[in-house]
């Protein structure tokens, strides 16, 4: 089971990803890829199975293209992992 801290740590990387990232970084960055901020993300090893961990990347990358329309559904995703989160 992941940790608070893990889950802590996915938010606020994710935050910070979606912070940095714009719809012309490819242009400006052509080495930038959406895969690297998602690996550096959920890099660290999360104990979850391969299937939530794959889940949680699509919502993760949802997040950092379109976090206004996301970010809460990735909260509740992360919750489900950590329950206490949202006490």
């Known amino acids: 089971m992941a940790t608070e801290d893990d889950v802590r740590e996915v ?3 994710v935050a910070t990803a979606a912070l940095f990232y714009y719809p012309e970084v490819h242009v ?3 080495e930038y890829t959406l895969a690297k901020d998602l690996d550096w993300a959920l890099g660290h090893s999360l104990d979850i199975p391969e299937d ?6 699509d919502l993760a990358a949802r997040t950092i293209i379109d976090p206004t ?3 809460r ?4 995703a992360v919750v489900e992992l950590f329950p206490t989160l949202a006490d």
């Open 11 to 13: 938010l606020q990387k």
């Open 73 to 76: 559904d990735l909260f509740d």
């Open 69 to 71: 329309r996301h970010r």
């Open 52 to 57: 939530v961990l794959a889940a949680l990347r």
């Open 28 to 30: 400006d960055d052509p």
